[in-house]
Protein backbone atom coordinates (compact mmCIF):
# COMPACT_ATOMS: atom_id res chain seq x y z
CA UNK A 1 0.00 0.00 0.00
CA UNK A 2 1.18 3.34 -0.89
CA UNK A 3 0.95 6.75 1.11
CA UNK A 4 -1.99 7.84 -0.31
CA UNK A 5 -3.65 4.77 -0.15
CA UNK A 6 -3.23 4.98 4.02
CA UNK A 7 -4.58 8.25 4.22
CA UNK A 8 -7.95 7.23 2.20
CA UNK A 9 -7.70 4.09 5.07
CA UNK A 10 -7.18 6.84 7.71
CA UNK A 11 -9.83 8.74 6.10
CA UNK A 12 -12.00 6.10 5.98
CA UNK A 13 -11.96 5.38 9.52
CA UNK A 14 -12.27 8.47 10.37
CA UNK A 15 -15.34 9.30 8.34
CA UNK A 16 -17.54 6.54 10.38
CA UNK A 17 -19.20 8.32 13.18
CA UNK A 18 -22.04 5.59 14.03
CA UNK A 19 -18.79 2.94 14.98
CA UNK A 20 -16.23 3.40 17.44
CA UNK A 21 -12.94 2.12 15.49
CA UNK A 22 -9.32 2.29 17.32
CA UNK A 23 -6.15 0.33 18.01
CA UNK A 24 -5.20 -1.50 21.18
CA UNK A 25 -1.54 -2.19 21.56
CA UNK A 26 -0.71 -6.23 22.67
CA UNK A 27 -1.37 -5.11 26.10
CA UNK A 28 -4.84 -3.54 25.67
CA UNK A 29 -3.63 -0.05 26.01
CA UNK A 30 -5.65 2.13 23.50
CA UNK A 31 -3.54 3.21 20.63
CA UNK A 32 -5.85 5.79 18.24
CA UNK A 33 -9.13 6.96 18.56
CA UNK A 34 -11.71 7.70 15.83
CA UNK A 35 -14.82 10.49 16.19
CA UNK A 36 -17.14 7.22 16.27
CA UNK A 37 -15.27 6.21 19.72
CA UNK A 38 -15.58 9.73 20.92
CA UNK A 39 -19.02 9.66 20.43
CA UNK A 40 -20.01 6.84 21.64
CA UNK A 41 -17.87 6.84 25.02
CA UNK A 42 -17.72 10.39 25.70
CA UNK A 43 -13.63 10.72 25.44
CA UNK A 44 -11.44 12.94 24.02
CA UNK A 45 -8.46 10.93 22.41
CA UNK A 46 -5.83 13.07 24.89
CA UNK A 47 -8.10 11.33 27.66
CA UNK A 48 -8.03 7.80 26.16
CA UNK A 49 -4.94 7.31 24.72
CA UNK A 50 -2.68 5.45 26.50
CA UNK A 51 -5.15 3.85 29.42
CA UNK A 52 -6.15 0.41 28.90
CA UNK A 53 -9.43 -0.37 27.37
CA UNK A 54 -10.74 -2.32 30.47
CA UNK A 55 -11.37 1.12 31.76
CA UNK A 56 -15.22 0.69 29.35
CA UNK A 57 -15.79 -2.45 31.54
CA UNK A 58 -18.07 -2.60 34.57
CA UNK A 59 -16.17 -3.33 38.40
CA UNK A 60 -17.49 -6.97 37.96
CA UNK A 61 -16.33 -7.69 34.86
CA UNK A 62 -12.78 -6.28 35.85
CA UNK A 63 -13.04 -8.94 38.06
CA UNK A 64 -13.74 -11.59 36.16
CA UNK A 65 -10.97 -10.64 33.71
CA UNK A 66 -13.28 -10.33 30.52
CA UNK A 67 -11.07 -7.77 29.23
CA UNK A 68 -8.04 -10.02 29.27
CA UNK A 69 -10.74 -12.85 28.13
CA UNK A 70 -11.58 -10.95 24.98
CA UNK A 71 -7.74 -9.96 23.96
CA UNK A 72 -6.65 -13.81 25.12
CA UNK A 73 -9.60 -14.93 22.70
CA UNK A 74 -8.36 -12.66 20.04
CA UNK A 75 -4.94 -13.23 20.59
CA UNK A 76 -5.39 -17.11 19.95
CA UNK A 77 -7.92 -17.76 17.64
CA UNK A 78 -7.46 -14.16 15.89
CA UNK A 79 -10.68 -12.72 16.59
CA UNK A 80 -13.85 -12.30 19.84
CA UNK A 81 -16.62 -11.05 19.43
CA UNK A 82 -19.73 -10.05 21.56
CA UNK A 83 -22.52 -8.58 22.99
CA UNK A 84 -22.81 -6.40 26.58
CA UNK A 85 -22.41 -3.49 28.80
CA UNK A 86 -20.00 -1.15 28.15
CA UNK A 87 -19.70 2.23 30.19
CA UNK A 88 -19.22 5.58 28.91
CA UNK A 89 -16.44 8.40 30.70
CA UNK A 90 -19.62 9.67 32.69
CA UNK A 91 -20.62 6.10 33.70
CA UNK A 92 -23.68 5.66 32.09
CA UNK A 93 -23.82 2.55 30.10
CA UNK A 94 -24.90 1.18 26.93
CA UNK A 95 -25.37 -2.54 25.13
CA UNK A 96 -22.44 -2.94 22.75
CA UNK A 97 -21.71 -5.50 20.20
CA UNK A 98 -17.57 -5.74 20.04
CA UNK A 99 -15.32 -7.53 17.99
CA UNK A 100 -11.76 -7.75 18.35
CA UNK A 101 -8.89 -8.88 15.34
CA UNK A 102 -5.82 -9.95 16.55
CA UNK A 103 -3.46 -8.04 13.81
CA UNK A 104 0.22 -9.93 13.20
CA UNK A 105 2.55 -8.98 10.90
CA UNK A 106 3.77 -10.56 8.17
CA UNK A 107 5.38 -12.95 10.14
CA UNK A 108 3.33 -13.78 12.69
CA UNK A 109 4.29 -10.79 15.48
CA UNK A 110 1.13 -9.63 17.49
CA UNK A 111 1.33 -5.75 16.74
CA UNK A 112 -2.18 -4.70 18.34
CA UNK A 113 -5.95 -5.62 18.64
CA UNK A 114 -8.31 -3.78 16.10
CA UNK A 115 -11.35 -3.27 17.53
CA UNK A 116 -15.10 -2.13 16.64
CA UNK A 117 -18.04 -1.07 18.98
CA UNK A 118 -21.59 0.32 18.39
CA UNK A 119 -23.93 1.35 20.42
CA UNK A 120 -26.99 -1.12 20.00
CA UNK A 121 -28.84 -0.05 23.40
CA UNK A 122 -31.88 0.94 21.25
CA UNK A 123 -31.58 -2.21 19.24
CA UNK A 124 -31.43 -4.11 22.28
CA UNK A 125 -34.58 -2.42 23.72
CA UNK A 126 -36.81 -3.30 20.66
CA UNK A 127 -35.17 -6.86 19.36
CA UNK A 128 -31.83 -6.72 21.16
CA UNK A 129 -29.65 -6.45 17.83
CA UNK A 130 -26.82 -4.64 16.21
CA UNK A 131 -23.35 -4.15 15.77
CA UNK A 132 -20.66 -2.23 16.58
CA UNK A 133 -17.25 -1.53 15.07
CA UNK A 134 -13.66 -0.54 15.52
CA UNK A 135 -10.24 -0.49 13.81
CA UNK A 136 -7.20 1.32 12.99
CA UNK A 137 -6.66 3.14 9.50
CA UNK A 138 -5.52 0.27 6.95
CA UNK A 139 -4.21 -2.41 9.46
CA UNK A 140 -7.84 -1.96 11.52
CA UNK A 141 -9.85 -1.70 8.74
CA UNK A 142 -7.74 -5.08 6.49
CA UNK A 143 -8.02 -6.98 9.77
CA UNK A 144 -12.02 -6.78 10.25
CA UNK A 145 -13.96 -10.01 8.20
CA UNK A 146 -17.43 -9.45 8.88
CA UNK A 147 -18.12 -6.44 7.47
CA UNK A 148 -17.35 -4.89 3.97
CA UNK A 149 -15.16 -1.53 4.70
CA UNK A 150 -13.90 0.04 1.85
CA UNK A 151 -13.33 3.09 -0.17
CA UNK A 152 -14.85 4.37 -3.40
CA UNK A 153 -13.39 7.95 -4.96
CA UNK A 154 -15.86 10.81 -6.24
CA UNK A 155 -16.46 8.72 -9.29
CA UNK A 156 -17.66 5.17 -7.39
CA UNK A 157 -14.49 3.80 -8.34
CA UNK A 158 -13.02 1.19 -5.51
CA UNK A 159 -10.13 2.93 -3.54
CA UNK A 160 -9.68 0.20 -1.21
CA UNK A 161 -10.52 -3.62 -0.67
CA UNK A 162 -10.32 -5.12 3.58
CA UNK A 163 -10.45 -8.54 4.40
CA UNK A 164 -14.41 -8.87 5.09
CA UNK A 165 -15.15 -7.25 1.60
CA UNK A 166 -13.04 -10.00 0.13
CA UNK A 167 -14.91 -12.45 2.30
CA UNK A 168 -18.66 -11.33 1.54
CA UNK A 169 -17.90 -10.69 -2.11
CA UNK A 170 -15.39 -12.58 -3.42
CA UNK A 171 -13.08 -10.60 -4.98
CA UNK A 172 -9.56 -10.24 -4.61
CA UNK A 173 -8.02 -6.53 -4.33
CA UNK A 174 -6.56 -6.65 -7.90
CA UNK A 175 -9.48 -7.84 -9.26
CA UNK A 176 -12.14 -5.15 -7.72
CA UNK A 177 -9.40 -2.19 -6.83
CA UNK A 178 -9.90 0.25 -9.61
CA UNK A 179 -13.49 -1.11 -10.82
CA UNK A 180 -16.58 1.00 -10.26
CA UNK A 181 -18.55 -0.24 -7.16
CA UNK A 182 -22.00 -0.80 -9.41
CA UNK A 183 -20.81 -4.61 -10.25
CA UNK A 184 -22.01 -5.50 -6.81
CA UNK A 185 -25.18 -4.44 -8.17
CA UNK A 186 -28.11 -6.52 -10.38
CA UNK A 187 -27.97 -5.62 -14.13
CA UNK A 188 -31.65 -4.13 -13.66
CA UNK A 189 -30.79 -1.90 -10.95
CA UNK A 190 -27.80 -0.27 -13.00
CA UNK A 191 -30.29 0.07 -15.48
CA UNK A 192 -32.20 2.31 -13.44
CA UNK A 193 -28.74 3.82 -12.65
CA UNK A 194 -29.40 2.65 -8.65
CA UNK A 195 -25.34 2.71 -8.12
CA UNK A 196 -25.55 6.36 -8.90
CA UNK A 197 -28.35 7.77 -7.66
CA UNK A 198 -27.06 6.20 -3.92
CA UNK A 199 -23.91 8.07 -4.54
CA UNK A 200 -25.91 11.50 -5.30
CA UNK A 201 -28.12 10.89 -2.31
CA UNK A 202 -25.10 10.10 0.05
CA UNK A 203 -23.47 13.44 -1.51
CA UNK A 204 -26.22 15.63 -1.12
CA UNK A 205 -27.22 14.66 2.82
CA UNK A 206 -23.67 12.90 3.60
CA UNK A 207 -25.44 9.73 4.11
CA UNK A 208 -27.24 6.79 2.30
CA UNK A 209 -28.54 3.53 4.04
CA UNK A 210 -30.44 1.07 3.06
CA UNK A 211 -30.80 -3.00 2.53
CA UNK A 212 -31.00 -4.63 -0.51
CA UNK A 213 -29.82 -7.84 -3.28
CA UNK A 214 -26.28 -6.94 -3.95
CA UNK A 215 -23.95 -9.81 -6.16
CA UNK A 216 -20.67 -11.59 -5.64
CA UNK A 217 -18.16 -12.25 -8.06
CA UNK A 218 -19.47 -16.01 -8.80
CA UNK A 219 -23.25 -14.16 -9.33
CA UNK A 220 -24.43 -15.26 -6.14
CA UNK A 221 -27.08 -12.98 -4.41
CA UNK A 222 -27.11 -11.69 -0.61
CA UNK A 223 -29.09 -9.30 1.35
CA UNK A 224 -27.13 -6.29 2.46
CA UNK A 225 -27.42 -3.75 4.74
CA UNK A 226 -25.53 -1.02 3.44
CA UNK A 227 -24.16 2.31 4.54
CA UNK A 228 -22.21 5.03 2.29
CA UNK A 229 -20.80 8.00 3.95
CA UNK A 230 -19.38 10.80 2.01
CA UNK A 231 -15.85 11.75 2.92
CA UNK A 232 -14.70 15.22 2.33
CA UNK A 233 -11.28 17.00 3.74
CA UNK A 234 -10.82 20.15 5.53
CA UNK A 235 -11.54 22.49 2.55
CA UNK A 236 -15.02 20.56 2.04
CA UNK A 237 -13.74 19.07 -0.87
CA UNK A 238 -15.59 15.85 -2.05
CA UNK A 239 -12.84 12.96 -1.46
CA UNK A 240 -15.19 10.62 -1.75
CA UNK A 241 -17.40 7.16 -0.35
CA UNK A 242 -17.05 5.27 2.95
CA UNK A 243 -18.80 2.01 2.30
CA UNK A 244 -19.96 -0.49 5.13
CA UNK A 245 -21.41 -3.96 4.00
CA UNK A 246 -22.64 -6.33 6.11
CA UNK A 247 -24.32 -9.91 4.54
CA UNK A 248 -27.83 -10.30 6.42
CA UNK A 249 -28.99 -12.83 4.35
CA UNK A 250 -29.73 -15.24 7.42
CA UNK A 251 -31.68 -12.68 9.40
CA UNK A 252 -33.70 -11.72 6.43
CA UNK A 253 -34.39 -15.70 6.14
CA UNK A 254 -35.14 -15.83 9.60
CA UNK A 255 -37.49 -12.57 9.39
CA UNK A 256 -39.35 -13.77 6.22
CA UNK A 257 -40.21 -17.39 7.62
CA UNK A 258 -41.37 -15.29 11.03
CA UNK A 259 -43.74 -12.96 8.37
CA UNK A 260 -44.91 -16.12 6.73
CA UNK A 261 -45.60 -18.08 10.44
CA UNK A 262 -47.67 -14.60 11.15
CA UNK A 263 -49.22 -14.39 7.86
CA UNK A 264 -50.54 -18.09 8.11
CA UNK A 265 -51.47 -17.35 11.71
CA UNK A 266 -53.67 -14.17 10.62
CA UNK A 267 -55.03 -16.37 7.57
CA UNK A 268 -55.91 -19.08 9.89
CA UNK A 269 -57.21 -16.30 12.46
CA UNK A 270 -59.07 -14.52 9.97
CA UNK A 271 -60.76 -17.90 8.27
CA UNK A 272 -62.31 -18.68 11.66
CA UNK A 273 -66.28 -17.92 11.24
CA UNK A 274 -67.63 -19.40 14.15
CA UNK A 275 -65.66 -17.48 16.84
CA UNK A 276 -65.34 -14.12 17.28
CA UNK A 277 -61.32 -13.69 17.53
CA UNK A 278 -59.73 -10.30 17.93
CA UNK A 279 -57.45 -8.32 20.04
CA UNK A 280 -57.63 -5.57 22.87
CA UNK A 281 -54.73 -3.13 23.79
CA UNK A 282 -54.15 -2.70 26.95
CA UNK A 283 -56.73 -0.25 27.46
CA UNK A 284 -59.50 -2.20 25.84
CA UNK A 285 -59.35 -0.77 22.85
CA UNK A 286 -59.92 -3.37 19.75
CA UNK A 287 -57.44 -4.03 17.78
CA UNK A 288 -58.21 -5.97 14.68
CA UNK A 289 -61.21 -7.93 13.77
CA UNK A 290 -61.90 -11.39 12.08
CA UNK A 291 -64.45 -12.88 10.11
CA UNK A 292 -65.98 -14.47 13.30
CA UNK A 293 -66.21 -11.16 15.14
CA UNK A 294 -68.09 -9.82 12.51
CA UNK A 295 -70.47 -12.41 12.35
CA UNK A 296 -71.20 -12.75 16.01
CA UNK A 297 -71.20 -8.70 16.89
CA UNK A 298 -72.37 -7.20 13.22
CA UNK A 299 -69.85 -4.56 13.28
CA UNK A 300 -67.57 -4.40 10.35
CA UNK A 301 -63.72 -3.70 11.27
CA UNK A 302 -63.66 0.06 10.03
CA UNK A 303 -66.85 0.05 12.32
CA UNK A 304 -65.42 -0.89 15.57
CA UNK A 305 -61.17 -0.97 15.26
CA UNK A 306 -60.18 1.68 17.93
CA UNK A 307 -63.57 1.42 19.96
CA UNK A 308 -63.38 -0.18 23.31
CA UNK A 309 -64.93 -3.41 23.91
CA UNK A 310 -67.68 -1.95 26.30
CA UNK A 311 -69.44 -1.12 23.68
CA UNK A 312 -70.52 -4.97 23.73
CA UNK A 313 -71.65 -5.05 27.36
CA UNK A 314 -75.33 -3.73 28.48
CA UNK A 315 -75.40 -0.13 30.12
CA UNK A 316 -75.94 -1.94 33.52
CA UNK A 317 -72.56 -3.40 32.71
CA UNK A 318 -70.54 -0.53 32.09
CA UNK A 319 -72.40 1.27 34.77
CA UNK A 320 -70.64 -1.68 36.64
CA UNK A 321 -67.21 -1.54 35.31
CA UNK A 322 -67.95 -5.01 34.58
CA UNK A 323 -65.71 -4.60 31.39
CA UNK A 324 -62.40 -3.32 32.98
CA UNK A 325 -62.88 -5.49 36.09
CA UNK A 326 -63.03 -8.31 33.47
CA UNK A 327 -59.64 -6.84 31.75
CA UNK A 328 -57.93 -6.45 35.63
CA UNK A 329 -58.33 -10.02 36.46
CA UNK A 330 -56.91 -11.03 33.13
CA UNK A 331 -53.86 -9.03 33.54
CA UNK A 332 -53.30 -10.09 36.88
CA UNK A 333 -53.74 -13.90 37.00
CA UNK A 334 -53.22 -13.96 33.02
CA UNK A 335 -57.00 -15.55 31.97
CA UNK A 336 -60.59 -14.84 32.57
CA UNK A 337 -63.63 -16.63 31.61
CA UNK A 338 -66.98 -16.24 32.12
CA UNK A 339 -70.59 -16.53 30.39
CA UNK A 340 -72.99 -13.79 29.96
CA UNK A 341 -75.22 -11.62 28.30
CA UNK A 342 -73.22 -9.74 25.15
CA UNK A 343 -74.57 -7.00 22.66
CA UNK A 344 -74.63 -7.01 18.67
CA UNK A 345 -74.75 -3.78 16.59
CA UNK A 346 -78.14 -3.60 15.95
CA UNK A 347 -78.53 -4.24 19.80
CA UNK A 348 -79.74 -7.60 20.04
CA UNK A 349 -78.63 -9.97 23.05
CA UNK A 350 -76.73 -13.30 23.02
CA UNK A 351 -75.56 -15.40 25.34
CA UNK A 352 -71.48 -15.42 25.56
CA UNK A 353 -68.51 -17.85 26.28
CA UNK A 354 -65.92 -15.18 26.64
CA UNK A 355 -62.24 -15.87 26.88
CA UNK A 356 -59.43 -13.07 27.81
CA UNK A 357 -55.81 -13.97 27.93
CA UNK A 358 -53.62 -11.29 28.63
CA UNK A 359 -50.50 -10.94 26.19
CA UNK A 360 -47.24 -10.08 27.36
CA UNK A 361 -43.39 -9.30 25.46
CA UNK A 362 -40.47 -11.27 26.26
CA UNK A 363 -39.34 -8.63 29.17
CA UNK A 364 -43.04 -9.56 30.94
CA UNK A 365 -44.74 -6.12 29.79
CA UNK A 366 -48.73 -6.24 29.30
CA UNK A 367 -48.96 -5.31 25.52
CA UNK A 368 -52.84 -6.46 25.20
CA UNK A 369 -55.56 -8.94 25.60
CA UNK A 370 -56.28 -11.77 23.38
CA UNK A 371 -60.30 -12.42 23.25
CA UNK A 372 -62.47 -15.14 21.99
CA UNK A 373 -66.47 -15.25 21.92
CA UNK A 374 -68.96 -17.56 20.85
CA UNK A 375 -72.07 -17.40 20.59
CA UNK A 376 -74.10 -20.04 22.54
CA UNK A 377 -77.64 -19.01 22.90
CA UNK A 378 -79.09 -21.94 20.88
CA UNK A 379 -76.92 -24.04 23.35
CA UNK A 380 -78.41 -21.87 26.51
CA UNK A 381 -82.05 -22.15 25.31
CA UNK A 382 -81.93 -26.06 24.64
Known sequence: MNENSDVLYRLLVQSVVDYAIYMLSPDGTVVNWNPGAQRAKGYLPAEIVGKHFSCFYSYEDRQKGLP???????????RFETEGWRYRKDGSAFWAHVVI??????????????????????????????????????????????????????EGLVVNWNA???????????????????CFYSSQDRLNKLPEQNLK????????????????????????????????????????????????????????EQTEREQTFRLLVEGVKDYAIYML???????NWNTGARRAKGYTAEEIVGKHFSCFYSAQDRLLQLPETNLKIAAISGRFEDYGWRYRKNGSAFWAHVVIDAIR?????????????RDCTEVREY
Not at 136 to 148: H, I, K, S
Not at 164 to 182: D, N, P
Not at 223 to 245: E, M, P, Q, R, S
Open 101 to 154: DAIRSESGELLGFAKITRDCTEQQRLLSEQRAQEQRFRLLVEGVTDYAIYMLDA
Open 361 to 373: NDDDQLIGFAKIT
Open 68 to 78: ELGLRTARESG
Open 201 to 256: TAYRTGRFEEQGWRYRKDGSAFWAHVVIDAVHDDDGKLLGYAKITRDCTEQRRMQR
Open 164 to 182: GARRSKGYTAEEIVGKHFS
Open 281 to 287: DPRGMVM
